[in-house]
């Protein structure tokens, strides 16, 4: 069934990985301790080690369990959480300074050596899905200054290491827990933690419940314990129709994804709340530049001026989201309002630069990814450009397109990263991992390579706006939408604050 | 063995007509079996609806006009239009033009890889039925639609892969019927004479085997296209039939249901209706032509 | 009959060996890498290596099922690419969901075929008759999901009166469990229902005809006391056996009942695993659900041939 397909794509398409300007917390009076909050997730879980997680939906019960080093805030600038100041003495030296106060849920104490620990076993996992090791490529080594201080040395200076360290490569489990549960961790990481809520059960396609943390290190404003709820309880529900029914039937208190098509009802109900964050992601399509037709930049100039982005975020997004004109979105430091290369579409002018071929559009099996492709389709026949489409398994589809690289366009969005090398390099870099079209551009490889080796963002930022300004002239990829993340929450759900990446974070959450 | 596992369609619950019996004239049939009528001219309905959609569909059926979708039924548009704006109702005239063939196609793969394999097993006998029989019973060991899936999923998703699959599941059916049938032919005094008479086993085959075969194979036939619709259109609901924007009911279903929840109920509305119609026609057919064709049922 | 048992099982050897190189085969000739699934976003080529030698993908084909088949008869299916879980677990937490699920559709469809079958067996020919075979030919032309769609819009949409889709384990809460059973219950065992509802019928035509109920019938009994005394027990015996095939063949129409309500059964697993690429708990599902079937069919002959004996074996 296709729908499986949708939770597999739903991963990379939908679960996006920041945003920005969340909203402030929704509160109505003091908090209440107390209650059980039911959340849905869009899939089933795959891992509870950070080490071997490759799914957006995980880090969403992570970051409830788990500290990382380093915290982001709304405008997604890093915070202290487990580290309270990180410095680069020199741009191959970063020395964090940690916390003394904290103690994982099993009672092993939280220090230095408890980092170094973690860190190597994400640097050097034999585990075959492990998957932080190129998270932290450019660590060198962990050195162990005291108990309140541990220090990277790089092997090279990189500007994407503050972020690895907020997102899973940054989390670190009790070392007496990891040592103890052994493959265990996995699936049952009792007392691993050191956040907010710890592990109870998992009992898989049906719930997975984690009770709050009493000895949590982190209070309110008011000096009050957090979290606030005694229990949380996670709930797969794959169907987006059965997510709304059961917000709806206050089966569960929250979701994270609905489909666009039902955001009008869901803020029409009087006891949901929906909000939505813009997205670190990108949508669009790769064109493959080794092969014809787009080994003729015309032809693939000739695409990006003939589509209709407005039209794709007005029927598939039901406006959810924005018109994409870049790998940054507007979410990121780096964003360029000024950059609109491709805005409305222009099938003549397309037609003068290139018209009468043909060429095949793969997607993945899913309703939108398919809806999208028609679209795209109606639209560049307008152009004389004639495209067939070809929904595929999305383990297929990846596999011909990232691996094999045997597809002549191929509609593949990206979830975002809160650098934007995260978003760029892999992309547009030659031979860059995420680089299915083999676009090569020596100018980019440049850019790019200057924006790794520079830690001053004011720097960074005119080197990422001109590689962008290249690559979407260039049309290495067709841009067409940046997804939103909603959130839809019942009206009980008090003292939620959206973080921009999109992952709820609930320690200070409560229930009317 | 008398019994064969299940399929989609309870075929094979009575095994039909043996002995020299010659197929009854068509206007008799008709004239005796007014239920065979009915299940003749819906088919025909829904065959020419499919054939001539060309010309009488409103609209074309996969021109999108994002402008307008979603509209519920109206005057422009009889049955509404779809999540693209297209014409829901020229989307399902032209939906037959893809079901209707699949069925026949997939049920005439079956047919004849079945047939022949029958044919051969029950006329050859010995290690060539033994080896022959256990192929078809490894095929048949697997759930039908499970198979289906699998194949395609294995092939890959594309209308030609679905037929394939579909006429891959069905060759069990007809290569047990007519083994039975040959198996149970040769033993009879008729054809036992024209083997003493020195007739060739083509010749046996041809004259004396086929025309007795030919009653319950177009039983089966009819009852096979209804399964061979229902699983093309489960096959197109989970999205392994043709590529959009083919017009193919399964999938216009599926697209329809998630849009249920908005109240936009027409979207899956009218491929519904049709695949229900056409399976219905078939199933009629194949009941009515059994009923009509099984003296053991005319006591 | 002994000789008949052993014949049978003999014959189920190859065809359980040919079932066993199917799955392989259908598996591993399915285009696309479990690694990419795996890996996910973390993709990259060495991961993928290091995967493929760990599943035994690096090896040739023919050393890959020879493998396969040593693991198979130590009752070892493999582990799920996705989460693993070993397959047998992965199956055996989904199957109760689905055995629930396929009792429900069996009891509703009995209930329906057994007194629809025999009243219109009685009625032959009348309007209740005719109404009848219409009702079973419509229910055997209606597509599980489309049963499925209807009942969502009614009872879901418009009457709000049962929750559309989801599953409450039967520990957790009775009511909430039977309130989402209903639905897929209904959807599921409709096809069913139908062909039960046939063949009760046309065996209760037989049994009717038969010499002994036309003298029971001659000595003046009424028409409730022969079917009840007499024809109901023996009309029975056949479709006994067409119900014993329906339980080995659940899976079938599991599977898209299962998708189209979110019910976490083994249908569902299938196709979530076959779009996942997930081989080995794809090979299990359908190893399972090809034994199961075998067996079943092997049960049923067997019960058949104890049952009535003017069938003979050779």
């Not at chain 1, 039902?262 to 029409?268: H, W, Y």
């Not at chain 1, 940054?328 to 003549?348: R, V």
């Amino acid at each position: 069934m296709r729908r499986v397909g949708i939770l597999v794509a739903a991963v990379l398409f939908l679960g996006a990985c920041g945003g920005a300007g969340g909203t402030g917390g929704t509160t109505n009076g003091a908090p209440k301790t107390g209650g059980t909050l039911k959340v849905a997730q869009e899939t089933e879980i795959n891992s509870l080690d950070p080490n071997t997680s490759g799914l957006v939906v995980e880090r969403e019960i992570y970051y409830n369990m788990y500290d990382s080093l380093l915290g982001i805030d709304a405008k997604l600038n890093f915070v202290p959480e487990l580290a309270t100041r990180w410095t680069y003495t020199d741009d191959r030296t970063l020395v964090l300074t940690l916390r003394k106060d904290v103690k994982f849920q099993d009672g092993t104490d939280f220090n230095a050596d408890a980092v170094k620990f973690n860190l190597e076993r994400y640097m050097t996992s034999t585990d075959p899905a492990a998957a932080r090791k190129s998270d932290l490529a450019s660590v060198q080594s962990v050195e162990v200054q005291d108990p309140a201080t541990a220090v990277l040395h790089l092997k090279r200076p990189d500007a994407t290491l503050l972020a690895a360290l907020v997102d899973r490569a940054g989390m670190i489990l009790s070392p007496t827990a990891i040592k103890q549960l052994g493959a265990n961790l996995a699936q049952t990481p009792t007392g691993a933690g050191s956040g907010p809520f710890e592990f109870v059960e998992w009992k898989r396609d049906d719930h997975l419940t984690l009770k709050r943390n009493a000895n949590y290190w982190r209070k309110d404003r008011a000096g009050h314990a957090l979290p606030y709820l005694d229990q949380l309880v996670y709930r797969p529900i794959t169907d987006l129709n059965a997510t709304l029914a059961s917000l709806k039937t206050s089966d569960v208190d929250m979701a994270r994804v609905v489909a666009g098509k039902d955001v009008d009802a869901v803020k029409a109900d009087p006891n949901l709340v929906y909000r939505n964050t813009p997205s670190l992601g990108y949508g669009g399509f790769y064109l493959n530049r080794s092969a014809p037709p787009f080994n003729d930049p015309a032809k693939a100039k000739a695409v990006a001026l003939a589509v209709d982005r407005a039209q794709i975020l007005k029927n598939v997004l039901f406006n959810v989201g924005v018109v994409s004109y870049g790998p940054i979105t507007a979410a990121s430091w780096a964003f360029d309002p000024a950059e609109k290369i491709y805005d409305k579409p222009d099938p003549e002018k397309a037609k003068a630069t290139a018209t009468g071929f043909s060429f095949t559009l793969k997607t993945a099996n899913t309703q939108d990814q398919i809806q999208i492709g028609q679209l795209i389709q109606a639209q560049l026949a307008k152009a004389g450009i004639t495209v067939n489409l070809l929904p595929e398994d999305f383990g297929k589809l990846t596999l011909e397109t990232r691996v094999q690289h045997q597809f002549q366009a191929s509609l593949a969005g990206w979830s975002g990263r809160i650098d934007p090398d995260g978003n760029m390099y892999a992309f547009f870099h030659t031979g860059g991992s995420f680089n299915d079209g083999l676009y090569s551009n020596p100018q980019v490889d440049q850019l790019l390579e200057q924006g790794r080796a520079t830690t001053d963002q004011a720097k960074r930022k005119p080197l990422y706006q001109e590689a962008q300004r290249i690559i979407v002239g260039d049309a290495a990829y067709v841009f067409t939408t940046d997804p939103a993340t909603p959130q839809i929450t019942s009206r009980k759900v008090q003292g939620f604050t959206l973080i921009p990446d999109g992952i709820n974070r609930l320690a200070e959450v409560w229930k009317s | 063995m008398s019994t064969a596992a299940p399929t989609f369609i309870p075929a094979e619950e009575q095994i039909p007509a043996l002995g020299e019996q010659q197929p009854a004239g068509l206007r008799r049939l008709l004239l005796d079996h007014p239920r065979i009528l009915v299940g003749l001219l819906l088919l025909a309905i829904l065959a020419v609806v499919a054939l001539l959609a060309p010309w009488i569909s409103p609209h074309n059926p996969i021109a999108v006009d994002a402008d307008n979708a979603r509209l519920p039924p109206g005057a422009g548009h009889l049955l509404g239009t779809d999540e693209l704006g297209r014409d829901v109702l020229s989307r399902v005239f032209w939906g037959g033009r893809i079901s209707l063939p699949v069925a026949f196609v997939a049920v005439g793969v079956g047919l004849v890889a079945g047939g022949l394999t029958g044919v051969l097993a029950g006329y050859r006998g010995g290690v060539t039925d033994l080896l022959l029989m256990r192929l078809v019973d490894a095929i048949l060991a697997f759930p039908a639609l499970i198979l289906a899936i699998a194949l395609v999923a294995a092939l890959g998703p594309s209308l030609r892969n679905a037929m394939i699959a579909i006429g891959i599941v069905q060759i069990p059916v007809y290569a047990r019927l007519t083994r039975a049938q040959v198996l149970q032919l040769k033993s009879l005094d008729f054809v036992t004479a024209a083997r003493a008479l020195g007739a060739s086993p083509a010749r046996i085959i041809g004259r004396h085997m086929l025309p007795n075969l030919l009653n319950p194979l177009i039983v089966q036939v009819s009852l096979s296209a209804a399964f061979g619709m229902l699983a093309e259109a489960t096959l197109s609901f989970l999205g392994l039939s043709a590529p959009p924007p083919t017009p193919d009911w399964g999938f216009m279903i599926s697209t329809g249901q998630s849009f249920l929840v908005n109240g936009d109920w027409w979207m899956a509305a009218g491929p519904g209706a049709a695949i229900c119609l056409a399976v219905f026609g078939f199933n009629w057919l194949g009941d009515s032509l059994r009923d009509a064709l099984d003296p053991r049922l005319h006591r | 009959m002994l000789e008949y048992i052993v014949r049978r099982l003999g014959l189920m050897v190859p065809t359980a060996f040919l079932v066993t190189v199917g799955v392989f085969l259908l598996i591993h000739l399915t285009p696309g890498d479990p690694a990419t699934v795996i890996l996910a976003e973390s993709y990259t080529p060495e991961a993928a290596a290091q995967i493929h030698k760990d599943l035994g993908l690096d090896r040739p084909l023919p050393q890959q099922y020879a493998l396969y088949l040593g693991r198979l008869l130590h009752g070892d299916l493999g582990r799920s690419v996705r989460n693993k879980l070993p397959v047998t677990q992965a199956i055996g937490e989904r199957f109760p969901a689905t055995l629930e699920l396929g009792i429900a559709a069996l009891l509703w469809s009995l209930l329906i075929a057994i007194p629809m079958g025999t009243l219109a067996a009685l009625r032959r020919g009348r309007v209740l008759d005719v109404v009848a075979s219409g009702l079973t030919v419509a229910g055997i032309s209606v597509p599980n999901f489309v049963v499925g769609i209807m009942l969502i819009l009614f009872f879901g949409l418009v009457l709000r009166v049962l929750p559309v889709g989801g599953f409450t384990a039967l520990t957790e809460s009775v009511p909430d469990n039977l309130s989402r059973l209903v639905m897929p219950a209904i959807a599921l065992g409709t096809f069913g229902a139908a062909s039960n509802m046939r063949f009760t019928r046309s065996s209760m035509i037989e049994v009717l005809n038969q010499d002994y109920i036309r003298t029971a019938r001659a000595k003046g009994a009424g028409w409730w006391r022969v079917v009840n005394r007499h024809a109901l027990k023996n009309a029975l015996i056949p479709v006994v056996t067409i119900v014993g095939l329906q339980v080995g063949g659940i899976l079938e129409g599991a599977l898209v009942t299962e998708t189209v309500f979110s019910w976490p059964g083994v249908g569902k697993l299938a196709v979530e695993s076959i779009f996942a690429k997930d081989f080995p708990v794809v090979q299990g599902i359908v190893l399972m659900a090809a034994l199961s079937f075998m067996l079943a069919n092997l049960l049923v002959d067997l019960v058949y041939a104890w049952l009535d004996p003017r069938i003979s074996y050779s």
